[in-house]
């Protein structure tokens, strides 16, 4: 019993926290790139400040990263010590396309990403990729507006198909889009959307919604064409809603809450929009224009498995009081008052991870993929430069015993699990990169002071006997 035999052991990144090299091989400049630290980092990734471009008067950490893009081979075989089976990592587009408009692909980001593919393979290391992980070309947020434009979906069918044929053979498994659902809640960060004064932002998201949607059932067709073994999933940030007490109302709240993230896996695994979603939008006045022959398209390309990203469950009330003791989230929740939290204000809840495999496979029957999951901790290096990581043991220690439960108790199909930031990179939520999830300590600081050495943790032990024994020790 256990985990399969094959069950892909791992970790993520993506391209726009971890590459750096933001104007190197011919790159072009992307939104994720222009999400500054310190405090105006949410009002650009909200959508509410306009970023088009670099200023004097902020730090961006994107630019340099952790320069995997120099460093991957020493990233990559570190992992491989570790004996990783898979590493997730995101293609970022504007190296593939630099405007993203552009009829042919810039050949150095191909080159790039087939380097990296090869330098996996070299150690029997299955790439697991994310075609984009919240990144968009600027030329296309700014001549476009984004996902918001339908054109959107052919510049994304492009690169589908190019990247598709050009690494048939070195990568099998895809995730069209990170997170969809951050499309609601950081949609700058999310899909590039930035917004004027007095537009009507719910129905621009539900728009760029759609289009997204559309785009990923495209993919997974072209996937399936270009190579039958190719096999593309979905990703959510997932994380039950709880109500907090057993009110009738709380319970609808915490349903409801759930049906805003549920909505876009029930397009992309069942092939068509929810009735709930649809009454939901038209009440709200929300009309999204489809055209004809876009519900066969869902329908005939669902995806063959439903990735998602847990890092805490989440607790829906309708009473006021409660509702001022929000938990420190991107996507809203109350506090809940049986977990204890990080230093983030996350909340902890490696049940909760039981609850939500068996949410999404109960609802999907469709094979399950972890794709992210993890503590975002200080770390303090020793005089030596060694972290004792304990805490990010015990985390994930506890959730992969929650998982393994998930499967051995419940029957949840489950393909892999990968954790975040299995190399310590920049914090998506908040720009900083004290904020470590890694098993490899990166010394760099919140300012970009720093070697950019890599050095093992505790946790890098742990983790790598606990892939060899298949999830046995932990
Ligand atoms: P950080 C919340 C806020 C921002 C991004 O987040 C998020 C979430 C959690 O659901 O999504 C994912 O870096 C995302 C990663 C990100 C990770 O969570 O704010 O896919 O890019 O780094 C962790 O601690």
Redesign the pocket.
């Known amino acids: 019993m256990g985990f399969r035999k094959d069950f892909l052991w791992g970790g993520?990144t993506?391209a726009?926290?971890c590459e750096g090299g933001y104007d190197q091989g011919g790159r072009g400049l992307a939104n994720v790139d222009l999400a500054p630290a310190g405090k105006d980092r949410f009002p650009v990734?909200l959508g509410e400040m306009k970023m088009f471009d670099f200023d004097e008067d902020h730090y961006y950490p994107a630019k340099e990263g952790i320069d995997m893009y120099h460093r991957f081979k020493e990233d990559i075989a570190l992992f491989a010590e570790m004996g990783f089976k898979t590493y997730r990592l995101s293609i970022a587009w504007s190296r593939i396309f630099p405007k993203g408009d552009e009829k042919e692909p810039n050949e150095q980001g191909l080159t790039f990403y087939e380097d990296l593919f090869l330098e996996c393979q070299k150690y029997g290391i299955e790439p697991l990729v994310t075609i984009t992980?919240?990144d968009c070309p600027m030329h296309l947020v700014e001549e476009y507006g984004a996902w918001r434009n339908r054109k959107l979906v052919g510049f994304y069918e492009n690169l589908c198909r190019v990247i598709f044929n050009r690494y048939k053979g070195l990568v099998k498994y895809w995730l069209t889009f990170?997170?969809i659902n951050?499309i609601l809640?950081?949609p700058f960060?999310g899909a590039g959307l930035y917004f004027e004064e007095g537009e009507n932002k719910e129905q621009i998201k539900y728009q760029a919604a759609h289009h997204e949607l559309l785009a990923s059932a495209i993919a997974t067709k072209i996937a399936h064409e270009v190579d039958p073994e190719n096999k593309v999933g979905c990703?959510l940030?997932?994380?039950t809603n709880y109500a907090y007490s057993c009110k009738p109302e709380d319970v609808w709240a915490a349903k409801k809450a759930d049906r805003e993230n549920y909505f876009f896996i029930d397009v992309q695994s069942r092939g068509e929009y929810p009735a709930y979603a649809l009454k939901e939008m038209a009440r709200n006045g929300i009309e999204i224009e489809m055209e004809t022959g876009d519900a066969e398209l869902l329908k005939a390309h669902t995806v063959d498995f439903i990735s998602f990203?847990?890092?805490?469950s989440r607790v829906q009330t309708t009473d006021p009081k409660l509702l001022e003791q929000t938990a420190g989230?991107?996507?809203a929740s109350v506090k809940n008052p049986y977990l204890e939290a990080s230093e983030?204000g996350?909340q902890i809840d490696p049940l909760g991870l039981r609850v939500t495999m068996n949410d999404l496979y109960d609802r999907y029957q469709k094979p399950l993929f972890i794709v992210?999951n993890?503590l975002?901790a200080v770390d303090v290096p020793d005089e030596n430069g060694y972290v004792e990581d304990d805490y990010r043991i015990a985390y994930l220690k506890a959730h992969i015993q929650a998982m393994k439960d998930a499967v051995e108790l419940d029957g949840v199909d489950l393909l892999g699990y990968t954790t975040?930031?299995c190399i310590d990179?920049?914090?998506?939520?908040?720009g900083?990169m004290s904020?470590r999830?890694g098993f490899i300590y990166v010394d760099r600081d919140n300012e970009g002071n720093g070697t950019l050495n890599r050095t093992k943790k505790k946790s890098f032990d742990w983790y790598k006997q606990v892939i060899a024994s298949n999830g046995e020790n932990l």
């Open positions: 993520a993506a726009n926290q990734i992980h919240f990170n997170e951050m809640h950081a960060m990703m940030a997932a994380g990203s847990y890092y805490s989230n991107i996507f983030w996350w992210e993890g975002g975040w930031g990179l920049v914090s998506a939520g908040t900083e904020k999830y």
